[in-house]
T-cell receptor, first 113, second 111 residues
């Protein structure tokens, strides 16, 4: 069964900490994405990557960065966590250009205190 | 960029009834419209999708219709069952392989 695996289901971090969220896919997908999900706001795109070492800003990149050193792994980094970054974070992947079907991970619920 | 509006935000039906969720999009260049189902504690899962060269697509109890002229598409679930209870998201493609999502519809099917 193909999978997108997010390393943590729940995380609690303190304000100002540097936070790493990890995502791994085993489908040899070119594209990987990070979304955050908030009640009433739906899913909003933070960053995406269409190839190793490539990254593109989404709709809400402020306060975040990403890293993609290997094709199967895409990391989201909160440089200095703030309480307004408390959210559900969803990683997804898809095949290359022209195929848009996403496979999502189960999500990481991050609480910043 | 693309903007996707989804209605209603919540929908309650009795088991066996039909449910309809509607979405509109803004970018006439969009040509791919998927629907995702998110159960409690899980990530969204693709349940059906439609491309712009097709007006309707069915898969058992679910169907999606697309009206490109009006820029709206709808999800239809017939003979609803309690296990259909979930949050449903519509989406439209925008830019390079990215999707813009609606805000979601919480569907509750009562036995």
């Amino acid at each position: 069964d193909v999978k997108v695996t997010q390393s943590s289901r729940y995380l609690v971090k303190r304000t100002g900490e540097k936070v790493f969220l990890e995502c791994v896919q085993d489908m040899d997908h070119e594209n990987m994405f990070w979304y955050r999900q908030d009640p009433g706001l739906g899913l909003r795109l933070i960053y995406f990557s269409y190839d190793v070492k490539m990254k593109e800003k989404g709709d809400i990149p402020e306060g975040y960065s990403v890293s993609r050193e290997k094709k199967e792994r895409f990391s989201l980094i909160l440089e200095s966590a703030s309480t307004n970054q408390t959210s559900m974070y969803l990683c997804a992947s898809s095949f290359g250009a022209g195929n848009y079907g996403y496979t999502f991970g189960s999500g990481t619920r991050l609480t910043v205190v | 960029g693309e903007n996707v509006e989804q209605h209603p935000s919540t929908l309650s039906v009795q088991e066996g009834d039909s449910a309809v969720i509607k979405c509109t999009y803004s970018d006439s260049a969009s040509n791919y419209f998927p629907w995702y189902k998110q159960e409690l504690g899980k990530g969204p899962q693709l349940i059906i999708d439609i491309r712009s060269n097709v007006g309707e697509k069915k898969d058992q109890r679910i169907a999606v219709t697309l009206n490109k002229t009006a820029k709206h598409f709808s999800l239809h679930i017939t003979e609803t069952q309690p296990e259909d209870s979930a949050v449903y998201f519509c989406a439209a493609n925008s830019g390079y392989s990215t999707l813009t999502f609606g805000k979601g519809t919480m569907l509750l099917v009562s036995p």
